[in-house]
């Protein structure tokens, strides 16, 4: 099945500065990279996203990579601000279409996550 | 939109009880997918639901099963608990049933603790 590895389990830095926290899977037939951001006491929320099909996407302050070839895909943090600080995870998913004709499923495998710890 | 709901948040069981969570998806969303999270095995998938049938499952004991309603909100039933189902369930909803939906938003979780 499809394995997930995520790094650093810990990140510390100081606020204004960048964090990187880099994923690499296994399976090439994943197609759908999503970030989950998660606080103390609450669910993972979805920050951004990627589709196999793109190589990099931005939004604001956050930005995703991927490299297909290698096998990972990365997220950037520009700017980094206390509120920042949580636990952020990684995930690759195999889908397949979702409609009452096929039924449709997906197969989400999560990295482990990292602690961000921003400095004010 | 209302996000994802779970109910309850928190429970306390002993061990040998059985328990069963709750959870609402999005307005529109009709798949349910449900995971364990703990500090030691990180998120596990446990099922997932797409019109009131089970579409994929992952390595759990039978002890742990699902069911999907009509109106796509599901329920998630864990039988003769054990003390390393203390855990946070989480409930995930997607899709809006056209195609290709691949993002899924995550409930609060429901915080199970089994003494």
């Known amino acids: 099945g499809e394995n997930v590895e995520q790094h650093p389990s810990t990140l510390s830095v100081q606020e204004g500065d960048s964090a990187v926290i880099k994923c690499t899977y296994s399976d090439s037939a994943s197609n759908y990279f999503p970030w989950y951001k998660q606080e103390l006491g609450k669910g993972p929320q979805l920050i951004i996203d990627i589709r196999s099909n793109v190589g990099e996407k931005k939004d604001q302050r956050i930005a995703v990579t991927l490299n297909k070839t290698a096998k990972h895909f990365s997220l950037h943090i520009t700017e980094t601000q206390p509120e920042d600080s949580a636990v952020y995870f990684c995930?690759?998913?195999?889908?397949?279409?979702?409609?009452?004709?096929?039924?449709?499923?997906?197969?989400?495998?999560f990295g482990t996550g990292t602690k961000l710890q921003v400095i004010p | 939109k209302a996000g994802v709901t779970q109910t309850p948040r928190y429970l306390i069981k002993t061990r040998g009880q059985q328990v069963t969570l709750s959870c609402s998806p999005i307005s529109g969303h009709r798949s349910v997918s449900w995971y364990q999270q703990t500090p030691g095995q990180g998120l596990q998938f446990l099922f997932e639901y797409f019109s009131e049938t089970q579409r994929n499952k992952g390595n759990f004991p039978g002890r742990f099963s699902g069911r999907q309603f009509s109106n796509s909100r599901s329920e998630m039933n864990v039988s003769t608990l054990e003390l390393g189902d203390s855990a946070l369930y989480l409930c995930?909803?997607?899709?809006?049933?056209?195609?290709?939906?691949?993002?899924?938003?995550f409930g609060p979780g429901t915080r199970l603790t089994v003494l």
């Open positions: 995930a909803s997607r899709g809006s049933g056209r195609g290709w939906t691949d993002t899924q938003y």
């Open positions: 995930a690759a998913s195999i889908g397949g279409p979702l409609n009452d004709r096929s039924g449709g499923y997906q197969k989400v495998t």
